[in-house]
């Protein structure tokens, strides 16, 4: 299934779930947990069996974010993957999200710290789940750093302004129930269960025409910066050859038919 030492890819059906899996350190970014990021997003969107991707941590953490032993230059673990990123100097990003997209949705499931860089690449995802103990936060300014994953850029753009300039200014933390009613996470649930709903909500979209749903959120994102009018424009360009499927018709015959439909990605 691929994967690194640091990064767990198991298969849940059409779902791939990809764990950060460096629970001694709550799970800090490392350069073997940036490659197997990537390679993940590259299988998920490569393979056509794959519906959706669930990104998930181990040892009841999400993500410290970076691993600032590192940052001080103290090494880092996994010196064996640095000819990867000399090969790409990009892949970090795109490991985080910032500067890749993936095609299929990407459901963030989320248990206790989800801090720094978690908190920058829970912003690349698509749907969030925490369970009632997670903690949120942006620490950045606390450190004399910058939250340069992408979060001064799109945390305004996904949560009122006023919230996104004081989780980015004060550092401070902020509970599950606190980051659902900003808007930055979708779902709490029992601590425990962050996983279980993640996979319930992936189930639902896997049932779904696969065409349908890529082109929704390819369209969703491209039109976010758009004038009303320019998107609409672009909603019509995105959505009009869905209906051309032999998905499309399937779903209609299945409705008609009172059965589930067999989709086919044609």
Not at 24 to 37: F, H, Q, W
Not at 38 to 46: C, F, L, P, R, S
Not at 140 to 150: A, Q, S, T
Request: with cysteine; proline share 5%.
């Amino acid at each position: 299934m691929g994967g690194t030492e640091h990064l767990t890819v198991t298969r849940e059906g059409a779902t791939l779930v990809l764990t950060l899996d460096r629970p001694e350190a709550k799970n800090a970014l490392s350069l073997p947990m940036l490659v197997g990021l990537y390679d993940g997003w590259t299988a998920a969107d490569e393979d056509d069996s794959v519906r959706s991707v669930v990104l998930t941590g181990a040892g009841g953490a999400f993500c410290a974010g970076m691993d600032l032993k590192a940052l001080a230059g103290r090494g880092m673990d996994g010196e064996q993957y640095r000819a990867r990123l000399r090969a790409d100097p990009d892949l970090h990003w795109k490991a985080m999200l910032r500067h890749h997209r993936p095609r299929k949705p990407v459901i963030a499931a989320v248990e206790g710290a989800c801090v720094a860089g978690g908190t920058e690449i829970l912003q690349g995802t698509d749907i969030r789940v925490a369970g009632r103990s997670a903690t949120f936060g942006l620490f950045e300014v606390r450190r004399g750093l910058f939250p340069i994953g992408g979060s001064t850029v799109r945390l305004a753009r996904q949560i009122p302004r006023t919230h996104a300039l004081e989780m980015l200014l004060t550092g401070r933390p902020y509970t599950a129930e606190e980051a659902a009613r900003i808007g930055l996470i979708g779902h709490v649930v029992p601590d425990g269960d962050a996983l279980g709903k993640a996979l319930e909500i992936a189930a639902r979209i896997n049932d779904c025409g696969p065409l349908a749903v890529e082109a929704v959120k390819a369209s969703v994102y491209e039109t976010a910066a758009m004038t009303e009018e320019d998107g609409l424009k672009a909603e019509l360009a995105r959505g009009w050859p869905v209906f051309d499927t032999a998905d499309a018709k399937e779903g209609a015959r299945a409705f008609a038919e009172k059965r589930p439909p067999v989709f086919r990605r044609a």
